[in-house]
């Protein structure tokens, strides 16, 4: 079975810390997606990576970053976290020419 | 750009059939993706069409027409487990996901 595994369920952390959300898959899958979900919003694709130390934007990339020196290993970064980054994260992963993703189980980040 | 639409919510009771209509405006979908997820919960793969037509897979059933940029999802013999959203999303290297449509099942 594909597994994507994401550090922490919960996390909470304070207005202006540096924070960082990890993700590993151990299907050596070339693509990593990270994903923030809201209510009413839905899925909001923040960055990709389609190979080691490459990255793409997504739709909402403004006040993340995002690492990929390994290529089981995607991590995004808040570099000043903010309340409006209150949310569930989602990393996922899919294979080169398959666009299926696999989820890990997500993170909920509160910014106090 | 890139857009996808289906209903925020829908209800139905056990047994019943239900459609979940999606739209989408876009270039560059190799294909259309469904996934379900439940509350606090992962997005886990439904079904996939890359091709107009129906695909079956035992209750759940998903249909694509390329040339009017519209899927849905068919679910038969509802079960109350069967609530939970339902993500409409298209894919190229990076998948873009609906909003979700939301099923209530009641016994």
């Known amino acids: 079975d594909v597994k994507v595994t994401q550090s922490s369920r919960y996390l909470v952390k304070r207005t202006g810390e540096k924070v960082f959300l990890e993700c590993v898959q151990d299907m050596d899958h070339e693509n990593m997606f990270w994903y923030r979900q809201d209510p009413g919003l839905g899925l909001r694709l923040i960055y990709f990576?389609?190979?080691?130390?490459?990255?793409e934007k997504g739709d909402i990339p403004e006040g993340y970053s995002v690492s990929r020196e390994k290529k089981e290993r995607f991590s995004l970064i808040l570099e000043s976290a903010s309340t409006n980054q209150t949310s569930m994260y989602l990393c996922?992963?899919?294979?080169?020419?398959?666009?299926?993703?696999?989820f890990g189980q997500g993170t909920r980040l509160t910014v106090v | 750009g890139q857009n996808i639409d289906q209903p925020t919510e829908m209800t139905a009771t056990e047994g019943a059939i239900v459609q979940i209509n999606c739209t989408y405006q876009t270039s560059g979908f190799n294909g259309l993706f469904w996934y379900q997820q439940h509350a606090g919960e992962a997005p886990t793969f439904l079904s996939y069409?890359?091709?107009?037509g129906l695909e079956e897979k035992g209750r759940f059933s998903s249909f694509l027409s390329r040339s009017k940029g519209y899927s849905y999802l068919l679910l038969k013999e509802l079960q109350m487990k069967d609530s939970a959203s339902y993500l409409c999303a298209g894919g190229g290297t990076a998948l873009i996901f609906g909003k979700g449509t939301t099923l209530s099942v009641s016994s």
């Open positions: 996922a992963s899919s294979k080169s020419g398959d666009a299926e993703a696999f």
């Open positions: 990576s389609y190979d080691v130390k490459m990255k």
């Open positions: 069409n890359v091709l107009d």
